[in-house]
């Protein structure tokens, strides 16, 4: 590419994005993002009202955005998405993996189901999207997948063995398909995010000690925000990224360096 051209790099006009869990906090501003830089937004939760509300603030900026409904947990729902997106639209050119449940107890304590639950959506929920949407990709010979790992799977905290466990085969995952996925034109990334305050990690941050128990572990010296993830998404999603394949990218605040 000619240096003239370099700021197409990371233009998405007309790209059709699916944001699985984009009615949360991280998956709603990742959308926002890739929707003002030109992409066709797919809003998918679980929660149908979450999803239109992030519909909604796409629109009143001047986006594009519709609503779908996803159980990341089951390999039916998220195959009638993949489906009704390409129905829909034509083609899925982009997918965000950014569903996610948050639960922190000590490792003897953590029930089955506790286990079983954080392992199905952060993990296995990821899996069933990205084997879903995958197959659309590997047919049209292109695509971007983003998976929302955490440095959690990298760096140890007490309480975190279901999360980190979830993360830590995010990453891993992430790895394996890039290597499967990548001479057929699909490129699968990950971004891990530090700690991060959404109504989803509010409740923690909330009790006694925890605030700032996880500032001192952060170098910068403040919590992540979920608008630190949008350039990096934006940079995955795009042609910038097309020999990027199989990392995650640390948007940290230094939290992973020591």
């Not at 986006?63 to 159980?71: I, T, W």
């Not at 990341?72 to 489906?83: I, M, N, P, Y």
């Not at 799977?153 to 890039?178: E, I, M, W």
């Not at 630190?228 to 995955?236: R, S």
Request: net charge neutral; aromatic share 6%; proline share 3%.
């Amino acid at each position: 590419m000619s240096a003239g051209s370099y700021r197409a790099l990371f233009e998405l006009a007309d790209r059709v994005a699916l944001v699985v869990g984009g009615g949360g906090g991280l998956g709603r501003e990742i959308a926002k993002g890739l929707a003002e830089f030109g992409g066709r937004l797919v809003i998918a939760d679980i929660d149908p009202a979450r999803a239109g509300e992030t519909v909604r603030e796409i629109a009143e900026a001047g986006g594009k955005a519709r609503p779908a409904h996803v159980d990341v947990t089951s390999q039916a729902s998220a195959r009638a998405l993949a489906g009704e997106v390409v129905a829909g639209e034509g083609r899925i050119d982009i997918l965000v993996n950014a569903a996610g449940v948050f639960t922190v107890a000590p490792a003897v304590e953590l029930t089955p189901e506790a286990w079983a639950r954080v392992l199905g959506v952060n993990l296995t929920g990821v899996f069933l999207m990205c084997q879903a949407v995958g197959a659309v990709m590997l047919r049209q010979g292109r695509g971007k997948i983003i998976n929302i790992a955490s440095v959690s799977s990298q760096v140890a905290n007490p309480g975190y063995a279901a999360y980190a466990a979830s993360k830590g085969g995010v990453a891993q995952l992430t790895r394996v398909l890039g290597l499967e996925w990548c001479r057929h034109g699909v490129h699968v990334n990950a971004i891990a995010p530090a700690f991060t305050e959404t109504d989803l990690t509010r409740g923690y941050l909330e009790a006694p000690g925890h605030r700032g128990y996880v500032l001192g572990k952060i170098p910068m010296g403040r919590l992540g925000d979920p608008g630190d993830l949008v350039g990096a998404a934006v940079f995955l999603a795009s042609a910038a990224s097309d020999f990027v394949v199989g990392q995650t990218l640390y948007v940290d605040g230094g939290r992973t360096l020591g």
